[in-house]
């Protein structure tokens, strides 16, 4: 079995400043972990994914996440926000490995809402 | 390359109705995965579809159903519609097969508004 915990709702920051987007993950196999974001009214982007290689992933727009398996984490940060980031980013598990009953679907954490201030 | 398209993008029908819903993949992708998208609920794993085979599925009734067609597009049918099936329906491709490929690439969603 497969969660995700995203442990902020909201996040608030202003423009220029650092963003950090908190995700915990429980996974039974060697999990591939994703985040993606949401403008409203839209589909989901991808954002960036981690598959078992570097632990430190960098993805679209400026933003990078590090795989904790230690701490099982997979937070999501970016140096300076835009205010073209508003938007709501979901942190996803899935199992890893090939095949499998769990193949094909993707475990989404409840969503972070990230505002940015000018 | 073509992202994934949805069809219809907006949907209004009354109780006890039922609904198809349509997914066209990203060319080459042989997966097709449905998901649920509600303020409450989130975000909710339907089904998924890989070579015209139900691969997977997730917790919710008979009453939804899906399939997919030999070139992957797949559709979906919500039968009997409650108020609570008002939602914003995602559709998601990928190729379906090993790691380094899982991702899912979705598409803008039918939004389904029961009354």
């Known amino acids: 079995a497969q969660s995700v915990t995203q442990l902020d709702s909201h996040v608030s920051v202003s423009e220029g400043t650092p963003v950090l987007l908190r995700c915990n993950y429980s996974s039974s196999y ?21 598959t078992s290689a570097a632990t430190l992933v960098k993805g679209i727009n400026g ?25 709501e980013y979901f942190c996803v598990v899935t199992r890893g490995n090939a095949g499998g009953t769990s193949y094909g679907k993707l475990t989404f954490g409840q969503g972070t809402i990230l505002t940015v201030h000018p | 390359k073509a992202g994934v ?36 609920q989130g975000l909710q794993f339907l089904f998924e579809y890989f070579s015209e085979t139900q691969r997977n599925k997730g917790n919710f009734p008979g009453r939804f159903s899906g399939r997919q067609f030999s070139n992957s597009r797949s559709e979906m049918n919500v039968s009997t519609l409650e108020l609570g099936d008002s939602a914003l329906y995602l559709c998601a491709s990928s190729w379906g097969r090993d790691r380094g490929k899982d991702e899912q690439f979705f598409g803008p969603g039918t939004r389904l508004t029961v009354l």
């Open chain 1, 30 to 50: 060697s999990p591939s972990l994703f985040w993606y974001v949401q403008h409203p009214n839209k589909g989901l982007q991808l954002l960036l994914k981690y």
């Open chain 1, 63 to 87: 933003f990078e996440a590090e795989f904790k398996k230690s701490e099982t984490s997979f937070h999501l940060t970016k140096p300076s926000a835009h205010m073209s980031d508003a938007a």
């Open chain 2, 5 to 40: 398209t949805q069809t219809p993008r907006y949907l209004i029908k009354t109780r006890g109705q039922q609904v198809t819903l349509s997914c066209s993949p990203i060319s080459g992708h042989r997966s097709v995965s449905w998901y649920q998208q509600t303020p409450g």
